[in-house]
T-cell receptor
């Protein structure tokens, strides 16, 4: 099992540009989560999907952020337009649904907006 | 949301046992207790979880108090690779997703 796969690993972009982060969850997992980590705010949940349907996007900071899950094996997090304060490490995680299952996290995408 | 209290930091010597405490006095009866760790420059990693009974796996043991208001993660022989931030998180019943607090930063001395 290759685990949760995120791409790219690093992204440097200029303010105002569109950024797309990608995630491939573990096959068979029906829940997918996007987190953001900064020194100031720690790990924050942005949005999560269950069976490809967004369940809770209350953590998405602004309308500039959007996430999609077109099928069970792929999700994207898009920032348009990007701002320097969006610089962070973005993690994707997947799991089976329910408290009896652990999450598997990807290695993250380190985003720098200059 | 169930609130958790963990020490900000702990130190251990290599090859000695480590007991990482967590208080979760407002935990729901249906919440599992999950533990994750995050090594430097890596994503969080699942360690162990339990509901009422103590649990063991290849990474650690989890001791849950009878009233479920606290738990302890036990690393039986700490290695340098165990230096990480450890998060205790109630999850599953009242809490529909993992909410990370500040965790405990564990340092391991050779």
């Amino acid at each position: 099992d290759a685990g949760v796969i995120q791409s790219p690993r690093h992204e440097v972009t200029e303010m105002g540009q569109e950024v797309t982060l990608r995630c491939k969850p573990i096959s068979g997992h029906n829940s997918l989560f996007w987190y953001r980590q900064t020194m100031m705010r720690g790990l924050e949940l942005l949005i999560y999907f269950n069976n490809n349907v967004p369940i809770d996007d209350s953590g998405m900071p602004e309308d500039r952020f959007s996430a999609k899950m077109p099928n069970a094996s792929f999700s994207t997090l898009k920032i348009q337009p990007s701002e320097p304060r969006d610089s962070a490490v973005y993690f994707c995680a997947s799991s089976h649904t329910g408290g009896g299952y652990g999450y598997t996290f990807g290695s993250g995408t380190r985003l720098t907006v200059v | 949301d169930a609130k958790t209290t963990q020490p900000n930091s702990m130190e251990s010597n290599e090859e000695e046992p480590v007991h990482l405490p967590c208080n979760h006095s407002t935990i729901s009866g249906t919440d599992y207790i999950h533990w994750y760790r995050q090594l430097p420059s890596q994503g969080p990693e699942y360690v162990i979880h339990g509901l009422t009974s103590n649990v063991n796996n290849r990474m650690a043991s989890l001791a849950i108090a009878e009233d479920r208001k606290s738990s302890t993660l036990i690393l039986h022989r700490a290695t340098l690779r165990d230096a990480a931030v450890y998060y205790c998180i109630p999850y599953g019943g009242s809490q529909g997703n993992l909410i990370f607090g500040k965790g405990t930063k564990l340092s391991v001395k050779p």
